[in-house]
Nanobody
Framework: QVQLVESGGELVQAGGSLRLSCAAS????????MGWYRQAPGEQRELVAT???????NYVDSGKGRFTISRDNAKNTVYLQMNSLKPEDTAVYYC???????????????WGQGTQVTVSS
């Protein structure tokens, strides 16, 4: 069993900053890629940022230059630093970890429950 717990979602004003955290725990052998996704009401869930075990990153176009994803492998934790926030960033943000468990055959995606980010005008 693997659990992902997100934290850091808040109500912030446009132009402000926020840092999201996601800690994975459970029967973890290793974690490959980790990422953040978001879903606004009436919209499809979209990729925000991903990071490989080795630190390679990619971002949604609208987040480039504003968002930074990082990870602490020793803590099985991924972070998303969001600066210059805009109202259109408002969404539920979900953490994902591509994880190998002690008892599983291979890698599997695990998801957190989400954390609400609201950016006011």
């Amino acid at each position: 069993q693997v659990q992902l717990v997100e934290s850091g979602g808040e109500l912030v004003q446009a132009g402000g900053s926020l840092r999201l955290s996601c800690a994975a725990s459970g029967s973890i052998s290793s974690i490959n890629a980790m990422g953040w996704y978001r879903q606004a009401p009436g919209e499809q869930r979209e990729l925000v940022a991903t990071i490989t075990h080795g630190g390679s990153t990619n971002y949604v176009d609208s987040g480039k230059g504003r968002f930074t994803i990082s990870r602490d492998n020793a803590k099985n934790t991924v972070y998303l630093q969001m600066n210059s926030l805009k109202p259109e960033d408002t969404a539920v943000y979900y953490c994902k970890a591509n994880t190998k468990t002690y008892y599983g055959v291979g890698l599997k995606d695990y998801w957190g429950q989400g954390t609400q980010v609201t950016v006011s005008s």
